[in-house]
């Protein structure tokens, strides 16, 4: 069974700061992906992963995987107030069609 | 180009009432999901489609049922509501044979009393 472990669960830090969300998964997968979610709001995919020692930057993010370990990263760096949201990482295989495991999401609260 | 479109928006409805959620996309995507999202539970699938007339069940289907009776729409019905079901839903699709994230819709938000 498929199991994605995130941590940390909550995230409070300091504009200007630096920090990664982790993003753990249990079974060889094909894909991995970034969402971000604003409270109320729908989610926004961020990035997606698909091989060994990828690596995708936008903006302040930086999302890498390792799928060896079986892990992915986001970085954010220097961060601003405006990243504060809920970011949550899935993977999923084509064997089961497409089927996305989530972990159970990252609160990142950024203050000024 | 409207993208995945949910609606209602809100509901509430009392213990053993039914209902159905509607969820449309305009992208021709042969994949469809429903999702819950649950407080500190992330995203857990409930029932998914990989084109019209195929349907098949997800982590936590109990309660629900789908249909795809065209590759536009993937209604999703609550057979008899339970206080347990009150969450807020998810509908999204991507294409089946390219590697693109799933688009979700703005979700609806259902309480059941």
């Known amino acids: 069974e498929l199991k994605v472990e995130q941590n940390p669960l909550f995230l409070s830090m300091q504009e200007g700061k630096n920090y990664t969300i982790y993003c753990n998964y249990s079974t060889t997968s094909d894909r991995l992906y970034w969402y971000r979610q604003d409270p109320g709001k729908s989610l926004e995919s961020l990035f997606v992963?698909?091989?060994?020692?990828a690596v995708k930057q936008e903006g302040r993010l930086m999302a890498s995987l390792d799928t060896k370990a079986r892990l992915s990263t986001l970085h954010i760096t220097a961060a601003v107030h405006d990243l504060s949201a809920t970011y949550f990482c899935a993977v999923d295989m084509i064997k089961y069609g497409n089927k996305l495991v989530f972990g159970a999401g990252t609160i990142l609260r950024v203050k000024s | 180009n409207a993208g995945v479109t949910q609606t209602p928006k809100f509901q509430v409805l009392k213990t053993g009432q039914s209902m159905t959620l509607q969820c449309a996309q305009d992208?021709?995507?042969?994949?469809m999901s429903w999702y819950r999202q649950d407080p500190g539970m992330g995203l857990r699938l409930i029932h998914y489609?990989?084109?019209?007339?195929?349907?098949d069940q997800g982590e936590v289907p109990n309660g629900y049922n789908v249909s795809r009776s065209t590759t536009e729409d993937f209604p999703l019905r609550l057979l008899s509501a339970a206080p347990s079901q009150t969450s807020v839903y998810f509908c999204?699709?991507?294409?089946?044979?390219?590697?693109?994230?799933?688009?979700f819709g703005d979700g609806t938000r259902l309480s059941i009393l």
């Open positions: 999204a699709s991507s294409p089946r044979r390219q590697v693109q994230p799933q688009h």
């Open positions: 489609s990989v084109g019209a007339g195929i349907t």
């Open positions: 992963l698909l091989s060994n020692g």
């Open positions: 992208m021709n995507h042969e994949y």
